[in-house]
């Protein structure tokens, strides 16, 4: 499930992408499909990391990549890299797992270039709230999810450190109800009836790609998105789309 929309970041063949947090890699992989660039990927899990090396690998033997890649272990907030290092960086379902949040912008900044775009997600506050309300076990625990963002924290957050924003985009809506399935049901019985029932629509139905499905993710995403993304640059776009 790919969060970020690449047309909207504006990677061009050439560009140095970062995947900050990259975790098992889904961004990474469609990074490196899009042009002919190179893509550094970091996570703090070596786990996450290995399985991320290991699809990237199996994805450059099918010859479906196009960019370079790179994936090292480091910590979000001392990153190893110069200042304006990246043309564009993708930080996805990241931020509501670090506690210094604010310390951890402020290292993607330094390390985007002046011309370049940064795209970042967060859960949705309403489908979120949804999933704390129903389970603890959702939240609360080492590498979870410590805080929610309303829609217009995560804004004001990426302004005060000098973003300028000009996309914002909510998707995911019937991943929303899997996650609540999930909650309901026991967020740690991956195998529960329900749950795994609809898991098995949603990942046919994606494969799919049927327009009914696009209309009702369209229409979910206006109530109940799983993520909202804003892409934001450093130097001044007054558009907002």
């Not at 949804?130 to 076990?137: A, E, F, P, T, V």
């Not at 973003?163 to 309901?184: D, Q, V």
Request: charged share 25%.
């Amino acid at each position: 499930m790919v969060t970020v929309q690449f047309n909207l970041l504006g990677l061009r063949d050439g560009e140095l992408v970062l995947d900050a947090g990259c975790g098992e890699g889904r961004h990474s992989w469609e990074a490196c499909k899009q042009n002919h660039s190179t893509v550094i990927a970091f996570d703090i899990d070596w786990e996450s990391l290995e399985k991320n090396k290991y699809t990237l690998a199996l994805l450059k033997q099918k010859g479906e990549v196009n960019s370079n890649s790179h994936l090292l272990q480091a910590d979000i907030n001392r990153l190893p890299f110069k200042d304006g290092t990246f043309n564009r960086i993708i930080c996805s379902e990241v931020l509501e797992h670090i506690p210094q949040d604010q310390q951890a912008l402020g290292e993607l900044i330094r390390v985007l270039n002046n011309d370049g775009a940064m795209a970042v997600s967060v859960p949705h506050y309403f489908a979120e709230s949804i999933c704390w309300m129903l389970s603890k076990d959702y939240y609360g625990f080492p590498g979870g999810h410590i805080r929610r963002y309303k829609t217009q924290q995560i804004i004001a957050l990426l302004r005060s450190n000098r973003l300028n924003i000009y996309a914002i985009r909510r998707n995911h809506a019937l991943h929303s109800f899997y996650w609540i399935l999930r909650c309901m049901f026991g967020i740690k019985r991956k195998n529960a009836l329900i749950p795994s029932l609809y898991y098995k629509f949603l990942t046919l139905d994606i494969d799919n790609n049927h327009r009914a499905r696009r209309w009702l993710e369209d229409f979910f995403n206006l109530i109940i998105p799983k993520s909202i993304v804003i892409y934001t640059r450093k130097r001044e776009h007054p558009s907002l789309q």
